[in-house]
């Protein structure tokens, strides 16, 4: 089967071919239905924590189906849900071709245009990103969605200004000045969602501890703009939209808010 994408031949419909977990009962994205979610005490009495450092010279890349930052700097997370501390390996964005869609989660039935992925693995039990992927602990990723606004978000504006260095598959670049990735996450991080899922590409693991933040990041047009000048290939191939998997049955998982 040629390689997996988002088009009509190789699209999220025909991954079960190939991966066929995606047929699983701990699939990614799902639609986040508030009023279904069960506010656990538990996840207030033991606060997230969020202890990122700043990566001297990030690594920007075009992999061909999204952007992604690689993370060489001690970042880790704990608490809420998680067991052990988590360390950040990667972030990258899902966006639509138009401002009507783009985000994996949904939020009572409403997408938004982008949203953010902060990957985590359990360096406590494991010893890298390769070792935890496929266990049912392994991963722990922060989803956060964007809004549009008329002011640009600070934090990414570093990234967007530099998307078209890297517009081509397989081109790198490397961030010069330091880049704390905690300029990405939103002012309040006590309320999110979170459920037991997993990755909403292929391989599709079902590894991941999802944790969705209520509150957006605000983003400008012209940053949407950017990201939608991402090429697939070469210089000619079409660009990089709809890179986002829809929505997955809940099934009879249990979505727990942080708050009321
Ligand atoms: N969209 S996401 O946050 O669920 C996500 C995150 C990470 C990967 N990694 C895919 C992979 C690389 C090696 C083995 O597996 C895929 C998807
Ligand atoms: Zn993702």
């Not at 001297?56 to 700097?73: T, W």
Request: glycine fraction near 8%; aromatic fraction near 10%; proline fraction near 8%.
């Amino acid at each position: 089967m040629a390689t997996w994408g988002y088009g009509n031949d190789n699209g999220p419909a025909t991954w079960v071919k190939s991966f066929p977990v995606a047929a699983g009962t701990r699939q990614s994205p799902i639609d986040i239905v508030p009023t279904a979610a069960k506010c656990d005490t538990k996840l207030t009495e033991n606060p997230l924590t969020v202890n990122y450092s700043p990566e001297p010279a990030m690594e920007l890349c075009n992999p061909g189906l999204s952007v992604k930052a690689n993370i060489k700097s001690k970042s880790v997370i704990k608490g809420g849900p998680l067991e052990g501390e988590y360390k950040l390996e990667q972030f990258h964005l899902h966006w639509g071709s138009a401002d009507k869609q783009g985000s994996e989660h949904t939020l009572n039935g409403k997408m938004f245009p982008a949203e953010l992925h902060l990957v985590h693995y359990n360096a406590t039990k494991y010893s890298s990103f390769g070792e935890a992927v496929d266990k049912p602990d392994g991963l722990a990723v922060f989803g956060i969605f964007l809004k549009i606004s008329d002011k640009p978000h600070q934090g990414l504006k570093s990234l967007t200004d530099v998307l078209s260095e890297v517009q081509y598959k397989d081109k790198s670049i490397n961030i010069k000045q330091e880049y704390n990735p905690v300029c990405l996450l939103p002012d309040n991080i006590n309320k999110y969602w979170t459920y037991l899922g997993s990755l909403t590409t292929p391989p599709l693991c079902e590894s991941v501890t999802w944790i969705v933040f209520e509150e957006p990041i605000e983003v400008s047009e012209d940053q949407m703009k950017a990201f939608r000048a991402l090429c697939c290939g070469e210089c000619g191939s079409a660009p990089i939209v709809d890179n986002y998997r829809p929505p997955l049955p809940l099934g009879n998982r249990q979505l727990r808010a942080s708050f009321q």
